[in-house]
Structures are given as structure tokens and as C-alpha cells.
């Protein structure tokens, strides 16, 4: 492959947000059928996570504001942090769970673990907004953020609904925080086409 066909792959917004959506929906689908189990369907979910900043990577690159500034690498420094602390948990749960039978409490402990985790890149988004001194990057970032936030919010309670009618199946209430980082997508590209920039997420 030439180096401009590789330059291209990675700066590639499309191909990057097509194998998002395509492995979140491929996890999904798995979920939803009982083909696999919950610790195997929150391993798994890290692929299009991975996936998606891997998408807003390359349409910062692309962008003509980028804010790659000491904030931003803050937060890149801290949701890597929180995303490794979420797989150790992870790990940790799944094999202490597998063969055992602890106690309620390490079963509280080991639950609560990884959402402890995802509360932590919560806490890093919100810790960019303090952190960031451009004005226009601050207010792409709190758009991208509160379109993230509707669409998750209106997700959990259209599914609710649905559920009640039985028209859906049941979900771990874990997929609604899912489908924030999924409005954070949204939001990425709700900013790219009214204000030209994908922002900084």
C-alpha cells in the first residue's frame, strides 16, 4: 500500500464510522439473541469503542479546527487511563465470576467496578469542557455533549416503552450509557455540518 493510500485510510471519516456501526450492531445483535453472554457482550463492546475514537481522530485531523491543544491531550491521557481500568475489571470480573461463588458484596464490588470505570470518561468529558480555553472548541464539545445526552436519554425511554408493550426485548440498563457514546457520533456530526468542524471529542 503507497503512503498516500495509507494516509487516506487513516484520515478516512467514512470507512472509520462504517466499521463503528457496523461491529456496534454485530455486538448488539449477538446480545440481543442470547449468542453471548454479558461479560462477553462488555469485553467485545470495547472493539467499536475503540472504533469510534479512532473516527473522531481522523475527522480532527481533517477538520480545520482541531483543538489539539493541553486540554485535549489531557482528556486523550484520561479516558485511556479510565477505558485500561475498565478492561482490568473487566478481566477481573469475568474470572472471579466464572468458577466462583463470592460473597454479595465482592459480587456488589466486582458490578460496580466497571461502571465505576465509564463514570470516569464521563467525568473526562466534563473535565475537557473546564479545561478548554477556546471558546469555539468549548462550545462544540458542550453541543456534542448535550446531543449525546438527548439521544441517550431518548433512547432509554423509547425502549422502556417498547419494552412495557413487549414489543422489544429486555436490555441491561449499561446500553444506555452505550448509546451516549454513540450520540456522541451524532453530535460529532451535527457539528461538522452546521459549524464546519467535527469539534473535539
Known sequence: MSAAETSGLRTSVPVWAGLTFATFGMVMALALT???NASTTLILMVIPAALFFQTIRAANRKGKCN??????RLYIK???IFSSLYLVVIALQVSMLRDNDPALAVRAGLSVMPGLAICGV???IGRLILDEKDEFIRMLIVRQTLIATGFALGFATIWGFLEAGEVVPHIPAYWFAVAFFGGQFIGAVSNRITHGTWGSL
Open 122 to 124: 464521563f467525568w473526562a
Open 78 to 80: 484520561r479516558v485511556a
Open 34 to 36: 442470547d449468542a453471548i
Open 67 to 72: 483543538g489539539r491543544g493541553e486540554a485535549q
